[in-house]
């Protein structure tokens, strides 16, 4: 190898890291959020769901569910990042698999709680798609507890 190619290999191999990490992640950069009401999440989920729509997820996060009469901005806030109690997640920014997860095992019976296992009790796979693609189409205030004593 040349004393020039193995100057820049670090680099090159970097620069390589980061694209694979970036069409991991979708992109992801600030600004890059859904802006297009039609938007749709990315087709591959972990959780097996199909693909997501912004609009629709925006639109269901605002129907009050039957069992509850709550709708998921009521407890949750606006865009998610307001829930209305502090032991109630934010759920702007939060990745799409991990809420697409959670709200099938609220479904399912593998998460209890009050609330959500009743409200997620009767969504749809593609409702699920829906609302996890709105939420984290939202700018996050997600934090995690570094420097917290």
Known sequence: MTTQIRAIAPALIALVACLALSACSGGGG????????????ATSSSAGLPAGHVSAGEQLAST????????CVDCHGS????????????LGGQYADYI?????????????????????RNLTDQQIA????????????????HGVH
Do not use: V, W
């Not at 600030?30 to 999440?41: F, L, R, T």
């Open 79 to 90: 865009e998610g990042n307001a829930p209305i109690d502090a032991t109630y997640p934010k």
């Open 130 to 145: 829906d609302l996890a693609a709105y939420f984290s189409s939202r700018d996050s205030q997600l934090r995690d507890l």
């Open 30 to 41: 600030e600004g890059e959020h859904a802006s297009d009401s039609e938007h749709a999440a």
């Open 100 to 120: 697409g997860h959670a709200l099938q095992q609220y479904r399912n019976g593998q998460r209890d709680h009050a609330l959500m296992s009743s409200q997620a």
């Open 64 to 71: 009050k569910g039957e069992a509850t009469g709550q709708s």
